[in-house]
Nanobody
Framework: QVQLVESGGGLVQAGGSLRLSCAAS????????MGWYRQAPGKQRELVAV???????NYADSVKGRFTISRDDAKNTVYLQMNSLKPEDTAVYYC??????????WGQGTQVTVSS
């Protein structure tokens, strides 16, 4: 069993920055990717960013140029640096780890609120 614990969410004014962290613990033999989803009220869940084994990354168009995903594999931790935050970024952010086809672990979610 793997547990993912998120931190770093909070309230910030538009234009500000936050850094989310997601630390994985447990029996981790290998994983293919770690990343972040978000879900805002009344909207579908959106893939924000993903970091794959080998170093490739992908971002949602809405966050390109503002968000950066990174990993510290020694700590089994993934980060999401969020700059130039907009009210539209307000959502619950969920960390995930992909360990096999159709097999993911999920964090509990952390609230990010951006005021105008």
């Amino acid at each position: 069993q793997v547990q993912l614990v998120e931190s770093g969410g909070g309230l910030v004014q538009a234009g500000g920055s936050l850094r989310l962290s997601c630390a994985a613990s447990g029996s981790i033999f290998r994983f293919y990717a770690m990343g972040w989803y978000r879900q805002a009220p009344g909207k579908q869940r959106e893939l924000v960013a993903v970091s794959r084994t080998g170093g490739s990354t992908n971002y949602a168009d809405s966050v390109k140029g503002r968000f950066t995903i990174s990993r510290d594999d020694a700590k089994n931790t993934v980060y999401l640096q969020m700059n130039s935050l907009k009210p539209e970024d307000t959502a619950v952010y969920y960390c995930y780890m992909n360990v096999a086809d159709y097999s993911n672990y999920w964090g509990q979610g952390t609230q990010v609120t951006v005021s105008s």
